[in-house]
């Protein structure tokens, strides 16, 4: 045999050898999302298609699923890149996002299934336009257990639906998801070992919201005005507003939008929370505000420790509620966390301008607001 011929076999070996680890890798990929992982088959879902440019996004995903024994026990194992806030048949059950290394988190949703029909849906928002979600419900009755996980029978909403958290009211048909594959999948290197976060409904300490007590605006006398109860029908108040819940409270942040609002406005805007008004800095928002065209109401994915919250964004604000919840049990949440971690773990300043300066830029085109900062 010639030396070319030894080359030319030695090199095929090579190929095959690559070819052998590259099918052994899908295969271990297959068995620990079948066999060891929580996630078992669920896969990580997105929009189906690829962003022109670097941007906000937000959109909904949505499961029906039929139950037709009385469950004795739910399980919802979820996690998302950048955020999603969950909700099953309305009940908001959590939060999740994901920072580089995450654990995947687990509730108990026992209160939230039902005999029936059933909607799981996820509002996932993520401010470079890409991302992941990934989730498994598993629900236990007397003959067994079954499982919802997230594959390409979800759907897909861009714009807020009438009857989307009512599962007895039918929905029109949605987009069929892009599927990313089953953990584990790029980044994504879920723990085995999920991590047990309470509910939503568990932290709270009272199912009523907290409006906001008083407001101001950083134009004219910049004197603090009492703000009362507020709904769809509250008019705008601004694109830049300070409120003041009179005290330090740990809660989950709800803005309102008013109902008048442009279509065209983009529903994106940044938070600064704290126990005292905050001298604005425009890279070091405490959390950004990626919502839904035509969204109406936006809660934040993790609860926060703050009295004072001042929201800037390019669609104006009507009002402010918190959800007050027990702050002990909220620290498993991880209530003071930076959230400004962008897709796929990365820092947002590595994929391109932050959405920081566009707020701000495009506040300073579109109004003089901006120069009282």
């Known amino acids: 045999?010639?030396?070319?011929?030894?080359?030319?076999?030695?090199?095929?070996?090579?190929?095959?050898?690559?070819?052998?680890?590259?099918?052994?890798?899908?295969?271990?990929?297959?068995?620990?999302?079948?066999?060891?992982?929580?996630?078992?088959?669920?896969?990580?879902?997105?929009?189906?298609?690829?962003?022109?440019?670097?941007?906000?996004?937000?959109?909904?995903?949505?499961?029906?699923?039929?139950?037709?024994?009385?469950?004795?026990?739910?399980?919802?194992?979820?996690?998302?890149?950048?955020?999603?806030?969950?909700?099953?048949?309305?009940?908001?059950?959590?939060?999740?996002?994901?920072t580089n290394g995450d654990s995947l988190r687990s509730c108990d949703v026992f209160d939230a299934v039902r005999v029936g029909t059933n909607r799981i849906v996820a509002e996932v928002r993520s401010v470079r336009g890409v991302g992941g979600l990934i989730a498994?419900?598993?629900?236990?009755?007397?003959?067994?257990?079954?499982?919802i996980v997230t594959d390409s029978d979800w759907q897909i909403y861009r714009e807020p639906q009438e009857n989307l958290f009512e599962s007895d009211l039918e929905l029109p048909a949605g987009e069929i998801p892009r599927v990313w594959g089953p953990a584990p999948t790029g980044r994504w290197m879920l723990s085995s070992r999920p991590k047990r976060v309470p509910t939503i409904a568990e932290l709270q300490t009272s199912a009523k919201a907290e409006s906001a007590q008083r407001f101001r605006l950083p134009t004219g006398d910049r004197r603090w005005q009492p703000l009362g109860q507020t709904d769809r029908s509250s008019p705008a108040l601004g694109h830049w507003v300070t409120f003041d819940f009179g005290r330090e409270i740990?809660?989950?942040?709800?803005?309102?939008?008013?109902?008048?609002?442009?279509?065209?406005?983009?529903?994106?805007?940044?938070l600064y929370l704290g126990r005292r008004p905050r001298i604005l800095n425009r890279s070091r928002a405490d959390a950004y505000v990626v919502a839904l065209p035509g969204q109406r109401m936006w809660l934040n994915g993790r609860p926060r420790r703050f009295r004072y919250a001042t929201y800037v964004g390019l669609l104006p604000v009507s009002g402010a509620d918190a959800y007050p919840v027990d702050e002990q049990r909220a620290d498993k949440l991880g209530v003071t966390e930076d959230e400004r971690v962008g897709a796929f773990g990365l820092p947002v300043g590595e994929l391109g301008p932050s959405l920081e300066d566009e707020v701000w830029g495009e506040l300073h085109r579109l109004t003089s607001v901006a120069d009282a900062e």
């Open 1 to 98: 045999m010639t030396e070319q011929k030894r080359q030319r076999g030695g090199f095929g070996f090579l190929i095959l050898g690559v070819a052998a680890l590259v099918g052994l890798q899908l295969v271990l990929s297959h068995f620990l999302a079948g066999s060891l992982l929580p996630t078992r088959k669920a896969q990580w879902i997105w929009l189906d298609e690829e962003p022109e440019e670097p941007g906000p996004v937000a959109f909904y995903a949505v499961r029906e699923f039929e139950l037709e024994e009385t469950p004795t026990a739910a399980t919802l194992f979820a996690a998302a890149d950048e955020e999603a806030v969950i909700f099953i048949n309305g009940v908001p059950v959590g939060g999740s996002r994901y």
């Open 136 to 147: 498994r419900l598993v629900v236990t009755s007397k003959s067994g257990k079954s499982q």
């Open 250 to 270: 740990t809660a989950y942040l709800a803005l309102r939008f008013p109902s008048e609002a442009r279509e065209e406005s983009k529903p994106v805007g940044l």
